[in-house]
């Protein structure tokens, strides 16, 4: 074990720690719900664009991500660029209305937003189980891809580096809520910057130049420097169904649209989707880039997802190594820890206080009560979520893909077309939830031949469908008044 690796993680995972115990102090100030769910709405504009990319950039973008570059070559970098524009996407559809909406029904969660445009129990607790089962995946991902690396660069085993990852990230979340999430985002945000530029700079100097890494992949496979990858897996059909998986369908991942809800105003907004989008570019090309390059540093390796943290310790000196390993490690930790506090809000708020003893929201006790709940819950789903962690798959972007992909299902059309389309009913709401899920878990475990088009394709605009008969099935009749700047 390398203690020049060691001191820079230890000394970072430190810094989080201080910055979620400095957040402690906003709890005690106004509603505890509030504060710990969105942060009491403050986000400027440069907080939104790091914590909306940094949740983006997970550990799929840093393991498994360059792990599948690194298995499939330069084409898999085109792939990931089409991830560009997510960030502004997100924000530029959702983001005022949902905002403006979130205010004037005091919603706190995702799930308050859809009970405040349906009125339909029913919506709220479908939709409340389908993303705790997605999120129960993602963070399955998220766990497994913390381990790898710690066991990658300190040496200790898989088990040792789960137990210290989920105890981390835990701790801090619990801690500090929502603003301890947004703050550490933040400076997560400009480690990965850091260390993605660092890493790129290592390689290509190990390499010799760019050009002679391009020859050595080409030596190894010759499809490795083609934009279809070998065996043609990079088809076109994949390439834009892909594009509706990782980027147009971002829009309906919960982690990322509350972030909608929680910034302090308009120039605030404006200024999120601007940054966020540079942010979300620097990140998707470099890490994918150094991920495929990586092939020519390190040819063979056990299982592609350990290419990120074999290629810092390889190409950089240990000093620097450990202060950039930051970098993933901080990827992983920014997903994780907003999926948490997502599903502690699920649990905590949109089924037990509204559905199961909805008195304690109203109790003069409540605000005593709730942090202790709050914790409890989120120590329990992170408990589960590290015991399934145990036994991780070979290559993690797989299930990522399959729990996105979920969440998708369920809340992208509810969403968008919940804002912006008067006639949409709970009916229409409920049936694209079930059409699209079911749609999306038969084509994803059945894998019938579709040309190369992602199962996404298909299951949203069987979703969509769905949504629109619903609706005009069983109109509701609600009133959508009209929303100002």
């Known amino acids: 074990m390398n203690s020049q690796l060691i001191i820079p993680i230890v000394l970072y995972l430190a810094a989080v720690f201080a910055m979620a115990l400095y957040t402690r102090r906003f709890q005690s100030k106004g509603n505890f719900l509030t ?12 907080v939104l664009a790091m914590t909306l990319a940094a949740t983006y950039a997970s550990a799929s973008t840093f393991i498994g991500g360059p792990g599948a570059a690194y298995k499939m070559g330069l084409g898999w970098v085109l792939l990931a660029m089409i991830q560009l524009p997510a960030a502004w996407l997100t924000l530029g559809v959702l983001g005022k209305k949902f905002a403006i909406e979130a205010r004037r029904h005091n919603a706190l969660t995702l799930n308050d937003i859809l009970y405040a445009r349906y009125k339909n129990r029913g919506v709220v607790i479908f939709a409340s189980l389908s993303l705790l089962i997605a999120f129960f995946g993602t963070m399955v991902v998220q766990f497994v891809g913390g381990a790898r690396l710690l066991q990658t660069v300190t040496g200790l ?7 210290i990852f989920a105890i981390t990230v835990g701790l801090y979340t619990t801690i500090g809520g929502f603003r301890a999430v947004v703050m550490t985002d933040t400076l997560q945000g400009l480690m990965m910057i850091i260390g993605t530029i660092a890493l790129l700079v290592g390689i290509v100097h190990a390499g010799g130049s760019i050009g002679a890494l391009v020859t050595k992949l080409h030596d190894i496979d010759p499809a490795l420097i083609t934009p279809y990858g070998p065996n043609h897996f990079l088809s076109q059909p994949f390439m834009l169904s892909f594009w509706i998986l990782v980027c147009f369908g971002v829009i309906g991942l919960p982690h990322a649209a509350v972030r909608c809800m929680s910034y302090k105003d308009s120039n605030s907004l404006h200024k999120g989707m601007v940054l966020s989008t540079i942010m979300v570019a620097l990140l998707m090309f470099g890490m994918h880039l150094a991920g495929a390059l990586g092939r020519a540093i390190v040819p063979d390796i056990a299982s592609p997802d350990q290419i990120m943290p074999t290629l810092m310790v390889t190409v950089l000196p240990p000093v620097v190594a450990g202060v950039f390993l930051a970098g993933p490690m901080a990827a992983i930790m920014s997903t994780i820890d907003s999926q948490l506090i997502q ?13 199961i003893n909805p008195s304690i929201a109203t109790n003069e006790h409540a605000e005593k009560r709730l942090p202790k709940l709050s914790l409890w819950v989120t120590g329990i789903f992170s408990a589960l979520v590290f015991i399934a962690a145990m036994n991780p798959p070979d290559m993690i972007i797989w299930l990522n893909l399959l729990a996105f992909g979920s969440l998708q299902a369920v809340f992208l059309w509810p969403l968008v077309l919940g804002l912006y389309w008067k006639k949409a009913s709970a009916t229409g709401a409920f049936a694209s939830m079930i059409v699209g899920l079911s749609s999306y878990i038969i084509l994803s475990f059945s894998k019938p031949d579709m040309n190369g088009v992602h199962a996404i394709v298909p299951t949203l605009l069987l979703g969509l469908i769905a949504f629109v008969i619903g609706s005009y099935v069983k109109p509701t009749k609600v009133e959508t008044p009209q929303l100002s700047d």
């Not at 085993?157 to 137990?163: D, E, K, P, T």
């Not at 599903?343 to 559905?355: E, F, G, P, V």
């Open 35 to 46: 504060e710990y769910l969105v942060g009491g709405r403050s986000m400027g504009g440069f």
């Open 157 to 163: 085993s898989y088990m040792h580096g789960l137990m």
């Open 343 to 355: 599903a502690s809000a699920t649990l905590l708020k949109d089924l037990y206080i509204n559905y």
